[in-house]
T-cell receptor
Framework: GESVGLHLPTLSVQEGDNSIINCAYS??????FIWYKQESGKGPQFIID?????DKRQGQRVTVLLNKTVKHLSLQIAATQPGDSAVYFC???????????FGAGTTVTVRA | NAGVTQTPKFQVLKTGQSMTLQCAQD?????MYWYRQDPGMGLRLIYYSASEGTTDKGEVPNGYNVSRLNKREFSLRLESAAPSQTSVYFCASSEVRTGEQYFGPGTRLTVT
């Protein structure tokens, strides 16, 4: 079965609000985590990544938080914009393994 | 710099037909991957190539074969297509084992 999963399949957010997308993983040996954004009809695009020796990493308008104790990952998007409407996937990479395991994705819809 | 390119973009096959999906990357990456994406699901790894000259099975390899033609190109072959192989196929590449994977635009395959 899947080792990575997202808590909610859909998220509706008011434009300008902050979004929080959650992800749980089960492989305690995973040492690398990554968030992707996929727009309709396109391939996944990298948003941000984090390694297991960190608990927080910030990018432009995005922050990833990693809680290894409860095996939880979250993506925060500040001041959500219409262009943020997409499916968001978390993925994890176990140690000594080339493979990324993807969750099922959360569809984010931004309301004007 | 085109990144990861895939051909064809769309394909319709009859059950039992064969075809090869082509993928090329111009980023000089060592590792390449083939995923399939079905509605409402995350990406599942079919095969990967950690480096030129090597290939390994992923999560769902049955019914597929791959060839790492050179460092740039990684093809996926369906020898006898089945309706269960109707999906969107993505190729990806990465520089190192635990690092960002760059995705192509995808091939939408329908098997009737």
């Amino acid at each position: 079965g899947e080792s990575v999963g997202l808590h909610l399949p859909t998220l509706s957010v008011q434009e300008g609000d902050n979004s929080i997308i959650n992800c749980a993983y089960s492989n305690s040996a995973s040492d690398y985590f990554i968030w992707y954004k996929q727009e309709s009809g396109k391939g996944p695009q990298f948003i941000i990544d984090i390694r297991s020796n960190m608990d927080k990493r910030q990018g432009q308008r995005v922050t990833v938080l990693l809680n290894k104790t409860v095996k939880h990952l979250s993506l925060q998007i500040a001041a959500t914009q219409p262009g943020d409407s997409a499916v968001y996937f978390c993925a994890e990479n176990g140690s000594n393994d080339y493979k990324l395991s993807f969750g099922a994705g959360t569809t984010v819809t931004v309301r004007a | 710099n085109a990144g990861v390119t895939q051909t064809p973009k769309f394909q319709v096959l009859k059950t039992g037909q064969s075809m090869t999906l082509q993928c090329a990357q111009d980023m000089n990456h060592n590792s390449m991957y083939w995923y399939r994406q079905d509605p409402g699901m995350g990406l599942r790894l079919i095969y990967y190539s950690a480096s030129e000259g090597t290939t390994d099975k992923g999560e769902v390899p049955n019914g597929y074969n791959v060839s790492r033609l050179n460092k740039r190109e990684f093809s996926l072959r369906l020898e006898s297509a089945a309706p269960s192989q109707t999906s969107v196929y993505f190729c990806a590449s990465s520089e190192v084992r635990t690092g960002e994977q760059y995705f192509g635009p995808g091939t939408r395959l329908t098997v009737t």
